[in-house]
């Protein structure tokens, strides 16, 4: 197996289910209020004073808010790119959310490094291969 096929390998697998869909499989029956999202790509912006901004990539601003765990999950659920989502109207069952696909990730990402390394004992190119992996999906770990 070349490198090359591993990544499809995976691509493929994270593709037919593997990945959980963000929120949709962490959400379950909370209380949510809806939240237009601009259909433009959006990234972390600046942090200053304890405020998190999200940005479009115009540079424009989507939001300013005090919750880290809400700009990450706003991040997070713009990999499907929908107009718009459903946000948690309780901070702390927003914030084990995120933790909760957080820990989906890094367990995925561990999975990926032991397979890796299983198939390619002498490479040493799996934060390569990881971030060509989740590029192509649109995937990000904040």
């Given at each position: 197996?070349?490198?090359?096929?591993?990544?499809?390998?995976?691509?493929?697998?994270?593709?037919?289910?593997?990945?959980?869909?963000?929120?949709?499989?962490?959400?379950?029956?909370?209380?949510?209020?809806?939240?237009?999202l601009p259909m433009k790509n959006i990234h972390m912006g600046e942090e200053l004073?304890?405020?998190?901004?999200?940005?479009?990539?115009?540079?424009?601003?989507?939001?300013?808010?005090?919750?880290?765990?809400?700009?990450?999950?706003?991040?997070?659920?713009?990999?499907?790119?929908?107009?718009?989502?459903?946000?948690?109207?309780?901070?702390?069952?927003?914030?084990?959310?995120?933790?909760?696909?957080?820990?989906?990730?890094?367990?995925?990402?561990?999975?990926l490094e032991k397979q890796y390394t299983t198939t390619f004992p002498k490479q040493?190119?799996?934060?390569?291969?990881?971030?060509?992996?989740?590029?192509?999906?649109?995937?990000?770990?904040?």
């Open positions: 197996m070349t490198e090359k096929e591993f990544i499809a390998e995976w691509i493929e697998k994270l593709k037919a289910g593997y990945l959980k869909k963000f929120p949709d499989e962490f959400i379950g029956e909370t209380d949510c209020q809806d939240f237009q004073f304890g405020s998190y901004e999200l940005i479009d990539s115009d540079g424009n601003s989507v939001l300013v808010t005090n919750s880290q765990a809400k700009a990450k999950y706003i991040l997070y659920s713009c990999r499907e790119k929908r107009p718009v989502i459903k946000i948690p109207s309780d901070e702390q069952k927003l914030n084990e959310i995120v933790k909760n696909y957080e820990k989906h990730l890094d367990s995925l990402i561990r999975e040493k190119n799996f934060f390569a291969i990881s971030n060509n992996i989740f590029n192509s999906l649109n995937l990000k770990r904040y």
